[in-house]
């Protein structure tokens, strides 16, 4: 079993709907949780940045995360073409120099105009 | 925000060549820069951490001698590939910490031929 699972879709929405992409991980050490949208052919952006547990609201998106039930989601409200890419969760356990992220496999969503 | 920049964008050597990539953190100091390879449609995969002043530890599997990392400055680590052969040819990205999230470049697309 991978520590961190997330479905690689595709997932495909028309402009304007709500999207939820979910991971799901195994280790209860992780306290660390980020989101990353990466376009095709480029590094990962930074989206969201959450420690421990609740939500975090910034614009259209909004991180949740449940520690209880090791699952943590992103929503995008009002979704536009240009949100079309892969999301990429990713998580640690330490906030030290070193501490290696543990990454989702990325969901590709596309937003159909 | 934290910018980190990557150069060259795009490579296309001969097989044999060695490629340097450069990796800069443009408005602040990183003490830690990670190099990851990125395959199709794949998640990223750490290659090495870099640290300021001392050598990089490199992940399992990666070879030290044909990756070769240098972080000689708070703001600059290159990666080496040398002799590079067509199973080479990826997609390297490097990030650089501020605080607790990474931060990525734009990452380079190696091709050998």
């Known amino acids: 079993q991978k520590e961190v699972e997330q479905d690689p879709g595709p997932l495909s929405v028309p402009e304007g709907a709500i999207v939820s992409l979910n991971c799901t991980y195994s280790n209860s050490a992780f306290q660390y949780f980020m989101w990353y949208r990466q376009y095709s052919r480029k590094g990962p952006e930074l989206l969201m940045y959450?420690?421990s547990s609740g939500n975090k609201e910034d614009g259209r998106f909004t991180a949740q995360v449940d520690k209880s039930s090791k699952y943590i989601s992103l929503f995008i409200r009002d979704s536009q073409p240009s949100d079309s890419a892969t999301y990429l969760c990713a998580m640690s356990a330490y906030a030290g120099n070193n501490r290696k992220l543990i990454w989702g496999l990325g969901t590709s969503l596309a937003v159909n105009p | 925000g934290a910018v980190v920049s990557q150069h060259p964008s795009w490579v296309i050597c001969k097989s044999g060549t060695s490629v340097k990539i450069e990796c800069r953190s443009l408005d602040f100091q990183a003490t830690t820069m990670f190099w990851y390879r990125q395959f199709p449609k794949q998640s990223l995969m750490l290659m090495a951490t870099?640290?300021?002043?001392?050598?990089?530890?490199?992940e399992q599997g990666v070879e030290k001698d044909k990756f070769l990392i240098n972080h000689a400055s708070l703001t600059l680590s290159t990666l080496t590939v040398t002799s590079a052969h067509p199973e080479d040819s990826s997609f390297y990205i490097c990030?650089?910490?501020?605080?607790?999230?990474?931060?990525f470049g734009d990452g380079t697309r190696l091709s050998i031929l």
């Open positions: 870099s640290n300021e002043g001392s050598k990089a530890t490199y």
């Open positions: 959450t420690y």
């Open positions: 990030s650089a910490k501020l605080g607790q999230p990474q931060h």
